[in-house]
């Protein structure tokens, strides 16, 4: 009996030697994690009220208290635009529940709520986790460029562009904060960049954000 009792006790120090290092070592990774900095807020992303493909309203308070990421494309793209929606869908198994994906036209003349119904449904994207937004083109270039200060060129009558893709815009990823602030740029098409954006997104959701920043 006696010598089941000391290999007994054998053991349990033998778990105790193996289990210390590891806690530490998840401590420390902890510790590590908490020391970096939080990515810095680089602007705020204006008010805005624009229409969703299954014809409701979105506004910039419907998206405030949950990170979003969004991205620009428009249906008539063959080039980037299918590109970036594949991998914002790939990426998406990446993310929180909590986090949701918002698209936003670049070509809003064209992209009604019902083409962008038929353009999500052609990737098999569904649910409200991802928003598909269009607007009146004033509205809508003046969030993009002037909110987000990212890219968006259409062209001017007589020009000539390529029809694949006729319309330049931006092919970044943007992370917005619970408070509607953006907090990072990244390019869609870069792994290095969009796990950066993971490293960034866990960080912004372990900040306590005051209900009065919630703009």
Known sequence: MSD??????????????????VLALLAWKESARRAVPPPPVLGVVPDFAFVER?????????LAGRPWVADFI??????????????????????PESVRSV??????????????????????IYGRDWLFLTGRRDDVL???RDGFKVSASLPEPGQIVDPRE?????????????????RGYYDGFDEEALAKLLGDLSLVLDEKVPAGERR
């Open 4 to 21: 089941g009792r000391s290999a007994l006790r054998i053991a349990v120090w033998a778990l105790l030697a193996l289990a210390v290092p």
């Open 54 to 62: 299954d014809g409701g309203t979105v506004r910039r308070a419907d």
């Open 74 to 95: 428009f249906t008539r793209c063959v080039l980037s635009c299918p590109r970036l929606t594949a991998q914002m869908k790939q990426f998406r198994t990446r993310l």
């Open 103 to 124: 698209s936003i036209s670049v070509d809003p003349e064209f992209d009604t709520p019902e083409v962008l119904l038929e353009y999500a449904g052609r990737y098999q």
């Open 142 to 144: 003046s969030l993009i």
């Open 166 to 182: 006729p319309i330049l815009h931006s092919t970044r990823f943007v992370l917005v904060d619970g408070a509607n602030r953006i």
